[in-house]
């Protein structure tokens, strides 16, 4: 089993509709969670941490349930630039820090 | 502030051959990453330098990778001899708390 994991898609979008992104975690080590976007050819770039208690940062809301080990990205209003890859990212605390990366997910926005 | 930057960032190379990537995180961080995606899967971590040390390599594919982090500035990974398998793109990243930085990363094929 992938210590992340995610649905690969793509998920394809009209402009403007809602889109939710899940990701499951293996490893109970796990300390801290982000969300990165990358674009086609380009480094993956962080999109927004997420926190126990939920976050928003605009159009975006990232949830972690510890219990199910589980996390979620939500995309209102999708944008034609939100067309990219998504990355879930866990950071795993075993004596050291590591980055988990799981395969990412392509949303592609349409108009 | 400068970002993480590696070099080159594409490089051709004939099957047998070595190649050195290098990546200068962003100062001050203690902490750089080498990860590699290879085409089609997700991206997958190589090591974990905090300054000189190797913290983890666990994700080294196999004796013909050598990473080195002299003084605890830059880092360089050497590939030799290169095999076709190991195309891919080769992304750096520091971090001193929380959020990694990635680099452009380095396009390599082996050919």
């Known amino acids: 089993r992938k210590e992340v994991e995610q649905d690969p898609g793509p998920f394809n979008v009209p402009e403007g509709a809602t889109v939710a992104f899940n990701c499951t975690y293996s490893n109970s080590a796990s300390q801290s969670f982000f969300w990165y976007r990358q674009d086609c050819r380009k480094e993956p770039k962080l999109l927004m941490s997420v926190y126990s208690s939920g976050n928003e940062d605009g159009r975006f809301t990232a949830q972690l349930n510890r219990a199910s080990q589980y996390i979620s990205l939500l995309i209102r209003d999708s944008k034609l630039s939100d067309s990219a890859t998504y990355l879930c990212?866990?950071?795993?605390?075993?004596?050291?820090?590591?980055?988990?990366f799981g395969t990412g997910t392509r949303l592609l926005v349409s108009p | 502030e400068a970002g993480v930057t590696q070099f080159p960032s594409h490089s051709v190379i004939e099957k047998g051959q070595t190649v050195t990537l290098r990546c200068d995180p962003i100062s001050g961080h203690d902490n750089l990453y080498w990860y590699r995606r290879v085409m089609g899967k997700e991206i997958k971590f190589l090591l974990h330098f905090v300054k000189e040390s190797k913290q983890d390599e666990s994700g080294m594919p196999n004796n013909r990778f050598l990473a080195e982090r002299t003084g605890g500035t830059y880092s360089t990974l050497k590939v030799q001899p290169a095999e076709l398998e190991d195309s891919g793109v080769y992304f750096c990243?520091?971090?001193?708390?929380?959020?990694?930085?990635f680099g452009q990363g380095t396009r390599l094929t082996v050919v």
């Open positions: 990212v866990v950071n795993v605390y075993t004596g050291f820090q590591k980055l988990v």
């Open positions: 990243a520091s971090s001193q708390d929380g959020e990694a930085f």
